[in-house]
């Protein structure tokens, strides 16, 4: 997707405006989703202990709900990141944002990443949609293209660059083009602005970036290298309110 082709509007609905900072109020949920609302973003991202928050949302609101498990560590048991995951979906939550075991990531240890995604994917299966976070700026190209890979061929529907939480960084552009060209050879990346239920029935995948993009040039870099949503904290500073 050309940078210059983008309008605000397509950037918005592919945003998941996130607040997973641990000393978010339920206040603060409440005026995300009312700017996530009135931005037109496409979803917003919070922390499971703050769900269920469907009253929040407006009677017509077409946001969905995202939440995290296994947050942000990635050091939980698989079978406590699948019970969360469920758990998550009973209470609202659309997109579950799992952390994998990192070092079974920087290991290439595929068994392992596959076996847990795998308890995973069966504890909320589709049409929920599940996000996998590799956290891309630890891992080297190799070790990024084999998350990503495995990620699809268990049924992903997302790869996600970060947590946001790791010293290493959060999303590049190098790691977005290189996540991209990834599940292009293997014939699976999803296009930017395919809607969830299309793209699961295609049996594509998309890219997430997320982490430290905070305004309008990073945003749309990503979307050009590859990304098909973006996790941002500030989403307002991305795309304002139109007058």
């Known amino acids: 997707m050309e940078a210059s082709a983008l309008s605000r ?27 996530a609302e009135q931005l037109g973003c496409g979803a917003v991202c919070v922390s499971p202990s703050m769900l269920p928050v469907g009253s929040l949302f407006s ?7 995202a939440t995290v498990c296994g947050f942000p560590s990635g ?22 944002n799992v952390m994998v075991d990192l070092a079974a990531a920087v290991a290439g240890d595929t068994s392992a ?22 956290e891309s700026a630890v891992l080297g190209e190799q070790q990024l293209r084999t998350a990503v890979r495995t990620c699809a061929q268990v049924g992903a529907d997302y790869v996600k660059t970060s947590t946001g939480f790791h010293p290493a960084g959060g999303a590049t552009v190098e790691a977005v083009r290189i996540m991209a060209d990834e599940l292009r050879s293997m014939g699976v990346l999803a296009p930017f602005g395919v809607d969830d239920q299309s793209r699961q029935a295609a049996g594509l995948v998309g890219i997430k970036a997320s982490g430290g993009i905070r305004d309008w040039d990073p ?15 500030h989403a307002g500073a991305i795309v304002p309110r139109e007058a």
């Open 9 to 35: 509007d397509q950037v918005a609905a592919a945003i998941d405006s996130t607040l997973l900072a641990p000393e978010a109020t339920r206040q603060q949920v409440a005026d995300l989703i009312g700017e």
């Open 59 to 65: 009677s017509d609101a077409t946001l969905r709900l």
């Open 75 to 96: 050091k939980h048991a698989s079978l406590v990141k699948a019970t969360e995951a469920r758990w998550a979906v009973e209470q609202g939550a659309h997109d579950i």
């Open 113 to 134: 990443l596959i076996s847990e995604l795998m308890t995973i994917r069966e504890a909320v299966p589709k049409p929920v949609v599940l996000s996998v976070i590799v």
């Open 219 to 233: 945003a749309v870099a990503m979307i050009a290298a590859g990304a098909t949503r973006l996790g941002v904290s």
